[in-house]
């Protein structure tokens, strides 16, 4: 959800996405993981990448948020606000 809220904003390559876990999330994820995951979320429909390729350094794979994508995060933001409501709900009957 991190990685597909990050790319919604804006398209990033995946070393900007690595650095906004850490920047917005506080998420100390290590780089493996995050293009393991862009690739697997790729696979699954949830994100594209075209390459870009400068006339200095090495060409970078963009990646974008899907339609699929987009839906997606829609449908576990909305349940993860059900999810949160109720675990409030909870916190507020425990006595401090």
């Given at each position: 959800?991190?990685?597909?809220?990050?790319?919604?904003?804006?398209?990033?390559?995946?070393?900007?996405?690595?650095?906004?876990?850490?920047?917005?999330?506080?998420m100390?994820?290590?780089k493996?993981?995050?293009?393991?995951?862009?690739r697997?979320?790729?696979?699954?429909?949830?994100?594209?990448?075209?390459?870009?390729?400068?006339?200095?350094?090495?060409?970078k794979?963009?990646?974008?948020?899907?339609?699929?994508?987009?839906d997606?995060?829609?449908?576990?933001?909305?349940?993860?606000?059900?999810?949160?409501?109720?675990?409030?709900?909870?916190?507020?009957?425990?006595?401090?």
């Open positions: 959800m991190a990685i597909l809220s990050i790319v919604r904003s804006k398209p990033a390559h995946g070393s900007e996405i690595h650095q906004a876990l850490k920047d917005k999330f506080n100390d994820v290590p493996p993981l995050v293009y393991g995951l862009l697997i979320m790729e696979h699954q429909g949830l994100l594209a990448s075209t390459w870009e390729i400068k006339e200095s350094g090495p060409a794979r963009v990646y974008t948020i899907t339609e699929e994508g987009l997606y995060l829609t449908m576990v933001l909305d349940k993860l606000k059900k999810a949160k409501e109720i675990i409030e709900r909870i916190v507020s009957e425990i006595p401090q």
